[in-house]
Nanobody, 124 residues
Framework: QVQLVESGGGLVQAGGSLRLSCAAS????????MGWFRQAPGKERDFVAA????????LYRDSVKGRFTISRDNAKNTVYLQMNSLKPEDAAVYYC?????????????????WGQGTQVTVSS
């Protein structure tokens, strides 16, 4: 069992930055691939970024490439999402998720555990 707690969301002006954190419980964190998803009101939950258990491999949705960076610190059981040059269309509730298998990381259904989400609001 893995419990995930996101933090770092808030209100930021367009062009600004935020760093989201996702703290995981359990001693097996380093064996999980991790992902970030986001969901805006009335929309589906969309893939944002993912990172392999080792941190060597990363994936991003096209619209955030070059602006967002996913990373992890297995010693701290934490995964991060650094978000720069934020746009109003990035506003959403951001969720982190953990996947034991590490395949199909762009698909929400792949993931085994989810956090409660953190709100990101971007003003124009």
């Amino acid at each position: 069992q893995v419990q995930l707690v996101e933090s770092g969301g808030g209100l930021v002006q367009a062009g600004g930055s935020l760093r989201l954190s996702c703290a995981a419980s359990g001693r097996t964190f380093s064996s999980y691939a991790m992902g970030w998803f986001r969901q805006a009101p009335g929309k589906e939950r969309d893939f944002v970024a993912a990172i392999s258990w080792s941190g060597v491999s990363t994936l991003y949705r096209d619209s955030v490439k070059g602006r967002f960076t996913i990373s992890r610190d297995n010693a701290k059981n934490t995964v991060y999402l650094q978000m720069n040059s934020l746009k109003p269309e990035d506003a959403a509730v951001y969720y982190c998720a953990a996947d034991r298998v590490g395949t199909n990381l762009r698909m929400a259904a792949t993931y085994d555990y989810w956090g409660q989400g953190t709100q990101v609001t971007v003003s124009s």
